[in-house]
């Protein structure tokens, strides 16, 4: 079966840090294109982090940078998305997506930041 699957979201204190993770399937192999987004109830949906997996060009929101990450592991066919310092306007819903001849979604993973 092709998809994504994504896992490490969870509930966080402000300050603290928080990683996620994005495996695609054998079926899919590596995509080209791998882009973390997020998206608030209500909300547009906001591309947070982007990387190129062949050559590890990377892109982050102006939201993020400096405390976000988009690390790679190819042999694993997995990306991750380290985020530092969290704040309680980083909730939402995380959505991984990958591309490679065809559009792939993951399922969404919520990432929430309190007290």
């Known amino acids: 079966q092709e998809q994504l699957v994504e896992s490490g979201g969870g509930l966080v204190q402000p300050g603290g840090s928080l990683r996620l993770s994005c495996e695609a399937s054998?079926?899919?192999?590596?995509?080209?294109?791998m882009v973390w987004y997020r998206q608030v109830p209500g909300e547009q949906r906001e591309m947070v982090a982007s990387?190129?997996?062949?050559?590890?060009?990377?892109n982050y929101a102006d939201s993020v940078k400096g405390r976000f990450t988009i690390p790679v592991d190819n042999a694993k066919n997995t990306v991750y998305l380290q985020m530092y310092s969290l704040k309680p306007e980083d909730t939402a819903v995380y959505h991984c997506?990958?591309?490679?001849?065809?559009?792939?979604w993951g399922q969404g993973t919520q990432v929430k930041v309190e007290k």
């Open positions: 997506y990958g591309w490679k001849n065809h559009d792939y």
């Open positions: 054998r079926s899919i192999g590596r995509p080209y294109i």
């Open positions: 990387i190129t997996t062949s050559g590890g060009s990377t």
